[in-house]
T-cell receptor, first 113, second 115 residues
């Protein structure tokens, strides 16, 4: 089945550690996105990529990094510089045109302990 | 820059009653608009989208939305609420930006269905 796979579903991190969230898609989509979701704040864009080996900062990129070495994969690293990393992280992909929707993974809930 | 505003972070309706979730957008160019639904601890699922083909858009699960340019609105409706409609709903907007077609979301509306 085609879709977007995020792993792990739950992740616990100690303060000061970097952690990488996985996102893989087999929909042959050019564009991929990372969003952060906090209660009452909706979804905020962290990074997005329209093509392999290229990505742009979203609205809240500080403390995060990404790579796009393969069309299918767009991992997100939450670094120790992110002051409040506890959140629900959603990865999405799409055809990259303005009239097309984004397809979402099931999310990763990150908790800093 | 484009944005959407969802009026009402929480909406409660009785089972069988009309569902109305409000969304207003701000955009200097013709927008593309989307409604998504999210069930607890899951990703978002597309309900419907407006891409200028028709102002009244029908989606899944009996939902529909009407694009009103004069009111800059794209409200989501369903004639008769069902218990399974309880979820969080997000309105989103996207405009053409020469290769940077970001999707911007509202803050969401949590819909509760009263038996």
């Amino acid at each position: 089945d085609g879709g977007i796979t995020q792993s792990p579903k739950y992740l616990f991190r100690k303060e000061g550690q970097n952690v990488t969230l996985s996102c893989e898609q087999n929909l042959n989509h050019d564009a991929m996105y990372w969003y952060r979701q906090d209660p009452g704040q909706g979804l905020r864009l962290i990074y997005y990529s329209q093509i392999v080996n290229d990505f742009q900062k979203g609205d809240i990129a500080e403390g995060y990094s990404v790579s796009r070495e393969k069309k299918e994969s767009f991992p997100l690293t939450v670094t120790s510089a992110q002051k409040n990393p506890t959140a629900f992280y959603l990865c999405a992909s799409g055809q990259g045109r303005e009239d097309t929707e984004a397809f979402f993974g099931q999310g990763t809930r990150l908790t800093v302990v | 820059a484009q944005s959407v505003t969802q009026l009402g972070s929480h909406v409660s309706v009785s089972e069988g009653a009309l569902v109305l979730l409000r969304c207003n957008y701000s955009s200097s160019v013709p927008p593309y608009l989307f409604w998504y639904v999210q069930y607890p601890n899951q990703g978002l699922q597309l309900l419907l989208k407006y891409t200028s083909a028709a102002t009244l858009v029908k989606g899944i699960n009996g939902f529909e939305a009407e694009f009103k340019k004069s009111e800059t609105s794209f409200h989501l409706t369903k004639p008769s609420a069902h218990m399974s409609d309880a979820a969080e709903y997000f309105c989103a907007v996207r405009v053409s930006n020469f290769g940077n077609e970001k999707l911007t979301f509202g803050t969401g509306t949590r819909l509760t269905i009263i038996p």
